[in-house]
């Protein structure tokens, strides 16, 4: 079979050869980073899973079982994802407002307290904008509305108690843009720019001035505010200038000050230029219009991705441009790229950077590829028990091994690449699941 680049003969192939075809890569365009699992969807609205399921926080119809690759959970229509510490949200295009996972204080909003380790429905349209805070749930409305469920115990819900409720409940009636769940806290903002706060405050991570809880929303700041992240006990939030403030817990930097003192007062960390920011339970990200992507925190476990696993209290530079999107876990980061490849680096005790192995990493790692400049499929094959895969390419020239679910709709994900040896010889050796009926390809690449 002739390709763009060169002709593959196969030598020995335990498998069913099915035909071949031609596709193009589906890029990632969002992430996010719950507890110690994590949530994408490419470009088909396709919605993937790797990480911690010991709650069916995957949504994959199972428990107990950690998932060290991306898993596909939803096939299209997926539009927003949230990660929480152990449940996930998820939006699809009619609007409809979707959840899985923990629910032991009703984050799921199903109007019970059980765990569902499946995607289950739980408002049928109108929702805009999902955030999952540790054990409690947010979302918009249309009609910029506020409501939300789940853990109380502070007051972060906003509805003047320290009660649990299991279903959704409004908190502001409009004009509402953007919300931010933290372990305790909530934030969100408002069309006029303002920033509001609810919640825990024992360590100023509302930014009122006070330690002082509140189960009421309470204005913080009253203007151009553009964008907010909640963290464990701290928060970050943009300006219309593109300057950066934090407020809150600094044991670990992770506010990027200079010191490791706790703040209960918004104070500003970078003048200009940045334009997106996330928050990890020790740890804070941002990127600059420049696409050049900075930390600082908590590095124990590398996920700063600066090579080492020492925190920082000052904003380091960890990848110089191209990056694009940003969302942080508990102990692990991940970013996108332009080009749609999906990058992860720190805590992955539970797969949740989804490399295949449960291996902590300091830098980042490329996770699932972007749009490459050649896509060609040079085959496409059915599992049938433990595969060895040898193949005549071209000495020196890159050939990928990817796996699928399904053929429909069809999923690929990069298993191994290796390049051909001397005189082009190629091997591949992998253990399929049979009962999964898996798909297989293998396709040059640059």
Known sequence: MKTKRNLIQICLLIAVLLPAVTSEAQPVTKISGGG???????????????????????????????????EPIVAGNVTAIAGGGVHSLFLKNDGSLWAMGYNQYGELGDGTYNQANHPEPIVVSNITVIAAGSLH?????????????????????????????????????????AIAGGYGHSLFLKSDGSLWAMGNNQD??????????????????????????????HSLFLKSDGSLWTMGLNGYGELGDGTTNNINLPEPIVASNVTAIAAGWYHSLFLKSDGSFWAMGNNQYGELGDGTTNNTNR?????????????????HSLFLKSDGSLWAMGDNQNGELGDGTLNNTNRP?????GTPGYNQISGQLLSGGNVGLS?????????????????????????VTNSAGAGGVLVFTNTPNRATNNFWRIRSVP
């Open 204 to 233: 100023g991570q509302l930014g009122d001035g006070t330690y002082n809880n509140t189960n009421l929303p309470e204005m913080i700041v009253a203007s151009n505010v553009t964008a907010i992240a909640a963290g464990f006990a």
């Open 36 to 70: 110690f699992h994590s949530l994408f969807v490419k470009s088909d609205g396709n919605l993937w899973a790797m990480g911690d399921n010991f709650f069916g926080q995957l949504g994959d119809g199972s428990s107990l079982n950690n998932k060290d690759i991306p």
């Open 365 to 369: 790692e490329e996770i699932v590829a």
């Open 315 to 331: 904003p380091e530079p960890i990848v110089a441009g191209g990056v694009t999107a940003i969302t942080a876990g508990y102990y």
């Open 137 to 177: 749930s947010l979302f918009l409305k249309s009609d910029g509305s506020l409501w939300t469920m789940g853990n109380n115990q502070y007051g972060q819900l906003g509805d003047g108690t320290t009660n649990n409720i299991n279903q959704p409940q409004p908190i502001v009636a409009g004009n509402v843009t």
């Open 391 to 415: 193949y005549m390419g071209i000495a020196g020239t890159n050939y990928e091994l990817d796996l699928s679910f399904s053929l429909s709709p069809v999923n690929w994900v990069p298993q």
